[in-house]
């Protein structure tokens, strides 16, 4: 028997025992997994309805207490039918193509971005196309001329960070994204991927807190924020597009796990959540107040960033007189991982650039990481 | 923005308050809740690691207590890497269709059969063929027709019990279907879904117990067994196969609930399952002599089934004089569920055939919905 040709990437091994300077890792040692052990044993004590088939949209009480987090936290209202829960953010993007796509039709994606997002659409059976990036987030002009010539269906952003370069979008962007979208007909799936970190200057609120023509599709998570192997996400999106999420939902995966839900759903009435939240953003701000204070003392010279306004790294230009990718390689030999931009990149060309990320360390591991990176381009430099 | 054309059904609501004399509902109120709140705790207490970024194959120590499992209670044997965890056994088909599928390609069906198995097999992008069965299963000689004519990638049987007519596959039907898929290059899914209910004669092994050449894709679920609100679904096949859905899982979903995970495989491990699977056996056996029994005395006449070897709803031919979706309509409007065969034909016809199960009620229970039943023929023949 023989198999059709597959062209989908094998996970690179995360290596173990690292020190992991990147930015999508949040550290599950601040999460409480005795409140979880405790939330998950009441939610069974009180019956059985968690153990049976129930809504493909999510466990009632998870939707219910994730519509006034969204509407409260973030100024996006979702309506009866407007919200669905899936596993992390992940599941969004095929069951987002697949309900927006017919062959042919085109995602449009940001030239730095997040790969997985992109094959989740590919699976999805959309066709991508990368738009370049400046300061203030997606050029619309090439975004324009995408649209001119192509049959796009939805832009896929992430304007509150950018992912990778932590850049957040400016309002006129915004607003120019928006009114392009309602020109052209399309979608814009905005990625919020960690809207709680967010350092300096006032709060932004999503693309979907001002969207009266519902074109923004919100996608978020709870992984990110509080374990990674807790995969829950949700979308928030006008009633017709949920609805088939929920149907494409129905035939990969039925149905969340209601437990679990259930007892995520406490956690934000009864705000365990928002404590959570807290205890993530002090620890994460010193460790973003550490990365910073170590690389200025190294590489006052050889890398060159801003503070970002948000998110859980930083995105440095190098001029460390090597290439980016034998740093990274010489630093896994050594214990530290690090990502260059060519792992972001939609066109896989390597640019001087590095993403540094510090959510998974304490201060004392990330000096000693960021030390391990000075040595070697000192010894590289000899 | 307008959305393409959308195809996929609507789930039809689950009537509340019901007495559902159908065969795919286990009996949630037989499940250990405190239990499993024991066993999740547990595992969250020993550490972080299922909190974080894991393997897209599955928790390691449920595909080490799974891998157990199927070799002692079905012969299967699986490899390091012929293992993948799935969300129930739901998630397997989409991927699988992906996996073994390019556009054009066929998986063949049983022309009575489940339904959501075959749209997440279009969902994956097979085109899908369906082949009449006879009382000792699948008929080779049709589905040879249709290796000759198209280009077919795999067949999809239940050959423990066929879904939803309970019959279980003749031995040499078993081997003349081996025989074919070797000859014409075609790989056989085999759902075993329902593999730990049989009631008389021999336990018969799945055909991946038989099966050198690793032409079969063993499916199955523990969530049928233990409760659908835990959607744990495993997939044991050879490595190349094994190796795409796990790339395919990793942009739908990630990976699993690794700390449910990781308390299903002490459930294995410990005995709990079996402890759990003996309880049900024992509910599930008694039930079936109730539905039989009633069935007996209200229907002797009008019902005609053979009491399967195995699996959890009867088969019955119907000479009630009412057509079993008229039946149906008012059994539920009088608090009974019952499916009649169109539900599960791929042509959408209907057959005067009822599949009545009996897993999700006690005899009382059951003694009670075939009276209702009864009594809507009684009352239509007055």
Known sequence: V???????????????????????????????RDLLARAYRRVLSRGVQTLGYGSE????????????????????????????????????FPLLARALCEPGDVIAVEALGYPPAWEGFRLGGAELRAVPLDRAGIRLDRLQELACRSRLRAVYVTPHHQYPTAVTMSAPRRQGLLALAERHGFFVIEDDYDHEFHWSGRPVLPLASADP????????????????????????????????????RMFIDRQGDQTLEAALAEWLDDGEFDRHTKRARRAYAERRDALAAALEQHFAEGLEFELPAGGLSFWARSRLGMPVERLAELALERGVLIHPARRFAFDRRPREFLRLGFPGHTPSEIQKGVGVLAAIVKASAA
Chains 1, 2 share one sequence.
């Open 2 to 32: 023989s198999l059709p040709k597959f062209t989908l990437p094998a996970r690179e091994p995360f290596p173990a025992n690292v020190i992991a300077l990147i930015g999508g890792l949040p550290d599950v040692r601040l999460f409480r």
């Open 213 to 248: 023509a519902r074109l923004v599709i919100h996608v978020g998570t709870l992984s990110k924020l509080l374990a990674p192997g807790l995969r829950v996400g949700y979308v928030s999106a006008r009633a017709e597009v949920v609805e088939r999420l929920a149907r494409l």
């Open 57 to 92: 949209y999510g466990e009632p009480r998870l939707l219910r207490a994730l519509t006034a987090h969204l509407s409260s936290a973030r100024g996006v209202l979702a309506a009866a039918g407007e919200l669905l829960v899936t596993r992390g953010s992940q599941m969004a």
